[in-house]
Structure formats: structure tokens, C-alpha cells
């Protein structure tokens, strides 16, 4: 069982940024592939961003292309989404999520693929 922690959600100004940290405990955190998702009230959760075992391999939705990067940190245990030019679209509740995988490259971008999710951290966009 991996336990997730998400931290680095809070209030931002239209085109500004936030880094979101995603911490890892329980296992390896090499062993993990892992992504982004948000979810808005009323709506269904939504692909951010995932990133493969090794760091060599990442996606994105469209709509953050260019402005959202993730990352991982062996040392740390941690998965960061750095999240640039935010616009109140990207209000939303920000979750990480997990799943073991024996591939080093594959990534994944359906949340029905992952495993273990995060509580979730709040990002509000807004003058």
C-alpha cells in the first residue's frame, strides 16, 4: 500500500504559478509510475499529468501543455507538478495518484489505471 500526501494547493492570481508536491510512503517510490488529476464540483476527475517510472517518459492534457510540468525526486520520494501562467480554468481539486508498474517507460492517463490516490490539495485561480 503506498500512502500519498499532496501539499502546495492555495490561492493564485490569474497567470501566476504553484509548485504541487505529491510525498510517497510505503513503497519505493522507483517502483511507481504516477500523474495528476483534477476534479471541479459537478464535474468528472480529469488527466493532468502522469510521468513513467524513470522520469523519462511524461504527458499532459492539452490544456496545460506548455505551461505544467511534473516531475519526480528519488532522493525525496516526491512527485511535483510545477504549474505555470495558471487562468481561473485550472480551479480545481488537485489529486496525486500511484500505480505500481514493471515497466520503466510506460505512462498512464486513465485514473482507472492508478492504484493509490492522495487527498487531494485545492488550487484557486482568482483575482
Known amino acids: 500500500q503506498v500512502h500519498l500526501v499532496e501539499s502546495g494547493g492555495g490561492l493564485v492570481q490569474p497567470g501566476g504559478s504553484l509548485t504541487l508536491s505529491c510525498t510517497f510512503s510505503?513503497?519505493?517510490?522507483?517502483?511507481?509510475?504516477a500523474g495528476w488529476f483534477r476534479q471541479v464540483p459537478g464535474k468528472e476527475r480529469e488527466f493532468v499529468a502522469c510521468i513513467s517510472r524513470n522520469g523519462e517518459r511524461t504527458s499532459y492534457t492539452d490544456s496545460v501543455k506548455g505551461r505544467f510540468s511534473i516531475s519526480r525526486d528519488k532522493a525525496l520520494n516526491t512527485v511535483s507538478l510545477q504549474m505555470n501562467s495558471l487562468s481561473p480554468e485550472d480551479t480545481a481539486l488537485y489529486y496525486c495518484a500511484t500505480k505500481a508498474s514493471d515497466f520503466l517507460y510506460k505512462i498512464y492517463t486513465a485514473d482507472a489505471d492508478y492504484e493509490s490516490w492522495g487527498q487531494g490539495t485545492q488550487v484557486t485561480v482568482s483575482s
Open positions: 510505503g513503497r519505493a517510490l522507483n517502483m511507481q509510475a
